[in-house]
């Protein structure tokens, strides 16, 4: 029974005071972590969507991008979670059928409203953007450009979301969207690291854009487009080539080749064995090609492949103007191009030209990538066609041109040289978002890029958890030890006479 007494008075646990202080103390850690933690839990994730439409010259494409709902302002991730291929030719080839143009968006705009949840539609944005084929039909024929934003504007409205508009980028917006899509993506932005340039090649116009140390802007201040993201400066040189996209160039190289009319053009961008009897007037409607008309033109041509990839690049060359330059450097055409800064990345048709012809390792030397492209282009017309059965035989027919089109932008128009062909990759998507201008734009127009970094809360929400938890714990400790240090003034000096 004394043992017993003694156990109990040197185990300080079992008097009644220590036992109430251990609930008190344990209900209060739990309650101060509970509240912690339901305090600061990341709210049910909410998302909020936007559209774009790429009303490109070949075709028109619709993509959603989807973000965080509580970030939209400063560091929400905002990404592509779908695209739509309009079925049918770009907007710009409905100039003589308008309604049809709105009409063809129908089935992407259907599949849109599926995919955005029901009660975000009346706040998510929808815009359309027009690049150089719709560039070329306001040139020239201005009405019927009107009358084909009209129609799509109309289609567009019909829809429950929130159109913001429908128009024509000019060459540098879509040239300096590209870049800041990809450098958004690649997180360069926010981090301020060192930027990539971005090339992108459509079907009626090109762009360049990069960041080049050496560049101030001042030279050709049209070449230059200044940003402040995320508390950094950027001066961006950016450069649109209208007739400069694969299709126009192909057609402009053809016009050149044809212009003194021939009944047969021997052309050395085309397969051996290929042949097909085309229309003159093909070589020649749009503006990208109307000058080069020849005086005596017959209905048809017989146009006929040799495939020679030399003899392929000199014929893109004379599309090129190398002549005159009143700036300290030049591309072509007379158009400022500050020193290349790299890295870069290829996108569009750079990417899916490349693709098709297996080139699109940057590492293997150029002079190899031109030696394949060679053998390529040599290669009899219905050889390729054994080997690529699924492909459209349109399409199949110009990659030799289009390849050696992209070899002689790079290198003779962009200046890019052996050494720096290897700064390039070839992209198609960043992440699961693809390589474009539509992203940037959307991401300008929602003010969705701050100029200067947002600030963020110093501690992540596990870290701000654990920190209060593990205090919890010490200051709990803390007052154990400091209760347990009073104990030679506990009562039980007082019981001591009774012992006795
Ligand atoms: N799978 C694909 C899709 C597009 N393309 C080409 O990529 C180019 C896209 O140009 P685009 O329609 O965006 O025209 P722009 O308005 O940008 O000049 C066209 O030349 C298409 O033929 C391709 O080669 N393969
Ligand atoms: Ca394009």
Not at 141 to 157: E, I, R, W, Y
Not at 394 to 422: D, H, M, P, R, V
Request: aromatic share 12%.
């Amino acid at each position: 029974m004394s043992a017993q007494r003694e156990m109990k008075e040197k185990n300080p646990w079992q008097t009644p005071v220590m036992i109430i202080i251990t609930v008190i103390g344990v209900i209060a850690i739990v309650a101060l972590v509970t509240v912690a933690v339901l305090q600061n839990r990341p709210l049910l994730q909410k998302y909020k969507y936007g559209i774009v439409l790429d009303a490109g010259s070949s075709h028109t494409a619709l993509y959603i991008y989807e973000w965080p709902a509580e970030k939209d302002n400063n560091t929400g991730r905002v990404e592509q979670t779908h695209s739509c291929k309009v079925k049918g030719p770009g907007i710009s080839s409905y100039a003589s059928a308008p309604l049809e143009a709105g009409e063809s968006l129908r089935a992407c705009m259907q599949e849109a409203e599926k995919l955005v949840p029901g009660k975000r539609h009346h706040e998510t944005p929808l815009y359309l953007g027009a690049t150089a084929g719709m560039r070329l039909l306001n040139i020239e024929n201005s009405s019927a450009s009107d009358k084909v934003f009209q129609a799509v504007g109309d289609a567009l409205q019909k829809f429950p979301f929130s159109y913001q508009g429908a128009r024509i980028l000019s060459g540098q917006e879509e040239g300096a969207f590209g870049w800041v899509t990809v450098n958004y993506l690649d997180d360069r932005l926010k981090q301020g690291l060192e930027t990539t340039g971005a090339l992108d090649l459509g079907g009626a116009s090109t762009q360049i854009s990069f960041v080049s140390n050496n560049y101030d802007g001042s030279e050709s201040p049209r070449n230059s487009v200044t940003f402040r993201l995320y508390g950094n400066d950027y001066n961006l040189y950016t450069h649109s080539f209208l007739c400069y996209g694969k299709d126009q160039a192909l057609k402009m190289t053809l016009a050149q080749m044809a212009k003194e009319g021939p009944a047969t053009v021997f052309d050395p961008c085309f397969h051996p064995g290929y042949t097909a009897t085309k229309n003159y007037s093909i070589l020649y409607d749009g503006p990208c090609v109307s000058d080069r008309k020849p005086q005596a033109a017959l209905a048809t041509f017989t146009h006929t492949g040799k495939g020679n990839f030399l003899q392929c690049q000199e014929a893109v060359k004379s599309v090129f103007n190398f002549t005159y330059c009143k700036y300290s450097r030049c591309s072509f055409n007379g158009v400022f191009q500050p020193l290349l800064q790299g890295p870069f990345g290829a996108f569009s048709a750079y990417y899916f030209v490349m693709n098709f012809l297996n080139l699109t390792d940057t590492s293997i030397p150029l002079e190899t990538v031109k030696d394949s492209l060679k053998r390529y282009c040599a290669t009899p017309w219905n050889q390729i066609m054994l080997l690529h059965p699924d492909v459209k035989l349109k399409y199949l027919a110009e990659y030799c041109f289009s390849g050696t089109y992209i070899l002689t932008l790079l290198t003779e128009g962009y200046n890019f040289t052996s050494k720096s062909y290897s700064d390039i990759k070839f992209i198609k998507k960043i992440k699961s978002s693809d390589a474009g201008w539509t992203l940037g734009y959307m991401l300008n127009l929602t003010n969705m890029i701050p100029a200067e970094n947002p600030d963020s809360p110093p501690l992540p929400h596990v870290g701000y958890v654990s920190i209060l938890s593990v205090i919890a714990v010490l200051l709990f400790i803390l007052f154990i030890l400091f209760i347990l240090s009073l104990r030679p003034l506990w009562p039980r000096c007082s019981k001591q006479p009774q012992i006795v």
